[in-house]
């Protein structure tokens, strides 16, 4: 196992998309490391209220901006990083705004490069699995080329993302920036938005309304889950890392549709049916990491389990729903796992 020899990413860190699901545990974790945060977020699907934990903590800032636009001048100072994870990234959100979702992968991610540049900042792009579109090999390693449909619905996320990738890759070689590249697996977990039309949301939001659990198509179709922490471990490690990548950061743990459907309605105590709808077009048929390389180059990998994970989830989905919070068999919170999603993931 080969783990990089290089001190953590101090001072200052910009995080576009910081406002996000994701974003918003990833800003959390640096501040509360000691790094200075500057989030730039337009808003558009990311939320102030994520952000509610850093409001009016010193060494964070958020400025609301659309960085496919350019990024304004930021507070704090020279940046040592910006990480970069503006984009909707549901694919209902992505559906819903098709040429903003280009246009930050292309443009906002050649405007976080270049600021990453001017600095002699370190850049991390948050890419994704969608680059592998429907996958013709499985799992999923990070020497796959992917099978996309480059004009399908799903393009302009999918596509976005791969020129994002091209574009941080060119500037890496064209002119040294140093960079690195995560492809992020789906990812699940508190400050999902209940209206995020995710599988996950969907599915504990349903449970918990007594409403039909949506699975489209037979449900044979598969995916592999990250919990959020454990994903917030990932992207730190890779940003501490000397390594360029693109390094796959996911769970392994695979199932399908279906059976996360049942899995919901057992863990909830749901009396939910389970109905069918049609199949988003090129919805992929099977998704998972293979993390060999992050386990190698990183000495990461996840830690927390489906059935914890989908339990904080549920809670945090009921707390938001304003209906009693809803509580596992056997009670409240274990000493695994907090509500707020912040443990696991850790280094080995
Ligand atoms: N899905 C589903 N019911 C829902 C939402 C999603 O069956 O209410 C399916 C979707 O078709 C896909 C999988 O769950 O096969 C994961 O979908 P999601 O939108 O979470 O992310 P994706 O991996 O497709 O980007």
Known sequence: ??????????????????????????CEALVERGNSVVCVDDLSTGRRENLAGLDSHPAFELIEADVSAGIPTLPFGPPAAVLHLASAASPPAYLARPLQTLAVGSEGTRHALELAARHGARFLLASTSEVYGDP???????????????????????????????????????????????????????????????????????????????????????????????????LIALLDSGVTG???????????????????VTLTGSASPIVHEPLPADDPTRRRPDISRARQLLGWEPTVPVEVGLSQTARY????????????????????????????????
């Open 317 to 348: 989905l009921a707390a938001q729903s304003g209906h009693t919070v809803w509580e596992p068999a056997g009670g409240p919170e274990t000493s695994s796992a907090r509500a707020d999603g912040h443990e696991g993931g850790t280094r080995r």
């Open 246 to 264: 693109p390094v796959n950061i996911g769970n392994p743990d695979e199932h399908t549709v279906s059976d996360l459907a049942r899995l919901v």
């Open 136 to 234: 013709a090999e499985h799992p999923q390693t990070e020497g796959y080329w992917g099978n996309v449909n480059p004009i399908g619905p799903r393009s302009v996320y999918d596509e976005a993302k791969r020129f994002a990738e091209a574009l941080t890759f060119a500037h890496h070689r064209a002119l040294g920036t140093d960079v690195a590249v995560a492809r992020i697996f789906n990812t699940y977990g508190p400050r999902l938005r209940p209206d995020d039309g995710r599988v996950v949301s969907n599915f504990i939001s349903q449970a918990l309304a007594g409403e039909p659990l949506t699975v489209y198509g037979d449900g044979t179709q598969t995916r592999s889950l990250c919990y959020v922490s454990d994903q917030v471990a990932g």
């Open 1 to 26: 196992m080969t783990v990089p020899d290089r001190a953590p990413v101090g001072g200052v860190v910009v995080v576009t998309g910081g406002a996000g699901f994701v974003g918003s545990h990833l």
